[in-house]
């Protein structure tokens, strides 16, 4: 009984360590992009601009990180450590642009206090999903924690591909159309193709069709919308 009550005691600490370090990092990388000259290193785990999805990084890096960390201090603990964390970190991230998108679609503004408390709720539920998912004990087996280093790694990779690396580079909008015979080796070509073609002056024409929508004046759009 001791002991159990020693090893609940330690994960717990685990976990508000990363909800500690999470909050004061996370709001911290909002400035550091700018703080290092925009350097290109930085803008990989800082945000480069104002935009929602930057927002979502200020969670998203430093919780990956402290998960991969807290995975490797506690490689020997029974809970799901993994899998919780990254269940945790795609709810938080999710609650983001649902919020946001809400209530400046209900009010018809956005303002910076509201948009900073709800970093704020975004990482406290992130954290109360994983250390619930914990304490029941749930999702323990090999596979489950296999999934969560794969969910963990997608989210911190996910990025949008920019024909320039600047607040005002150019955004591209790619789509796959899967197949039943397609393998992980296919899909790795198809991205790198992506990637490629984006980083050219070569206009796809789903990225032609979406540069056309985005012409088309705000009035007319909401209307249709």
């Known amino acids: 009984m001791g002991g159990s009550a020693m090893t609940d005691r330690r994960w717990r600490k685990w976990e508000l360590a990363g909800l500690f370090l999470t909050l004061i990092f996370g709001n911290l990388l909002h400035f550091v992009y700018d703080w290092s000259g925009q350097n290109s290193v930085v803008a990989a785990f800082a945000a480069v601009n104002e935009s929602t999805w930057e927002h979502m990084k200020l969670l998203a890096m430093p919780w990956v990180i402290w998960s991969l960390v807290e995975a490797g201090a506690r490689r020997g603990s029974r809970q799901s450590v993994l899998m919780a964390r990254a269940l945790g970190l795609l709810v938080g991230l999710v609650t983001i642009p ?119 004046p705000r009035f007319v759009s909401k209307a249709a919308i």
């Open 98 to 216: 649902t919020v946001y998108y809400t209530y400046t679609g209900a009010l018809g503004v956005s303002s910076m206090i509201v948009d900073v408390v709800l970093f704020q709720a975004a990482v406290l539920l992130a954290f109360w999903v994983s250390t619930a998912l914990q304490k029941r004990g749930t999702l323990t087996a090999p596979v489950w924690q296999a999934a969560g280093v794969l969910v963990l790694a997608a989210v911190s990779a996910a990025f949008v591909v920019k024909k320039q690396f600047s607040d005002k580079g150019a955004e591209a909008l790619a789509v796959m159309r899967g197949k039943e015979d397609n393998t992980l080796a296919d899909v790795h070509e198809y991205i790198r193709q992506q990637v490629t073609e984006c980083r050219s002056e070569k206009v796809d024409p789903t990225t032609g069709v979406m540069d056309y929508l985005n012409k088309i």
